[in-house]
């Protein structure tokens, strides 16, 4: 093929010329190849699922690239390089070809991430089933998505002799550099193992109401080494993985968004609780947070000067339930003080002289 190829050439052109224009062939037929195949593609693929033309969509740069990685490879041998040369352009063309395939697989992942989620609201009421899905995709995918890198970096440094005998070494040999290895990355493969296990299990999901290290919040985002709870105050809790599955804590919405709010009021034993309860009914009765299911009074606790009276009221979500609360209390309270002052807790003195 050379001594064809030095046939054809004129004798006048300069051997890295013809070496360029060998390489420019090859990779505009590349390219050229490739634009009809993606024309042909897009054709057969009009009538069917969102996945594949959405896939054809978001390739189409990486696709040409590696098109034109094939090109310029095909057209190597062609070219009027050297061994060493050749040894390098293969080199990099491989590299980059690599590099292309864990591109076009994130791709892939991102698009069927992207469709499968589409599917499910949690800006719902009733997003119990929505956020159990949108947690298992986003942590699978975060998980999927380092393991790609991983391997893609991993294939890429294998293309060196000397990286892959040191790498075949480490491994054979198991002496100190891997127990050091070993101990730098257990963190992080600790947190990527919780991940799968949040993701399978679900002790936590998106937008799930919890309570950690004393403060009440919402699970706003799960990374693949850290969670991200949003406190009542606007504040961020950044917490490992790791702390999901070791500690206990509080979830609020771990089997469905309807919780039952707590208000305490302390009364005088002269309180007529019956009045009480019938005025708690009320006041639930005439808001638009209780959700019409559970409304109990009771006491629940005697000192030796006051009686604590529990309001139990139900609510669709942790929040509507925080404000079920506060409006519970306010509105027995005034109630108290308008109605039934005499209820309010005070002290007694007995000012009888002894017998």
Known sequence: MMEWMEGVAPSWLPAWLLSMVILAGGALLALAAHQALVMTVRRLIASRDEFWRELIKRTRRPSRLAALILGLGAAAPLARLGQVQLDVLGRVLLIGFIVLCGWAAMTALDIATL???????????????????VTQTRILRRTAAALIVVLTIAFALMTFNGVRQYGVSLLASAG?????????????????????????????????????????????????????????????????????????????????????????????????????????????????????????????????????????????NAGEAFDLRCEVREKMVAFLQAELPHALPRERFDLRPNA
């Open 115 to 133: 469709i499968y989620t589409r599917r499910f609201r949690i800006d719902v009421e009733d997003n119990l089933l929505a956020r159990k899905h």
């Open 176 to 316: 100190a550099a891997g127990i050091i290895a070993g101990l730098a990355l257990q963190p992080f493969l600790t947190n990527l193992i919780a991940g799968i296990q949040i993701a399978t299990t679900q002790p936590i999901r998106i937008d799930d109401a919890v309570i950690v290290e004393g403060e009440w919040g919402r699970i706003e985002e799960i990374g693949s080494t850290y969670v991200v709870v949003k406190l009542w105050d606007w504040r961020r809790m950044v917490l490992p993985l790791t702390y999901f599955i070791q500690k206990p804590f509080q979830n609020w919405t771990r089997e469905s968004a309807s919780l039952i709010g707590t208000a305490m009021v302390y009364v005088d034993y002269s309180a007529p609780i019956e009045v009480l309860r019938r005025k708690l009914e009320e006041i639930a009765a005439a808001s638009p947070l209780w959700d019409r299911n559970v409304v109990n009074l009771a006491v629940t606790e005697l000192s030796e000067r006051t009686m604590q009276v529990r309001c139990l009221t139900s609510a669709r």
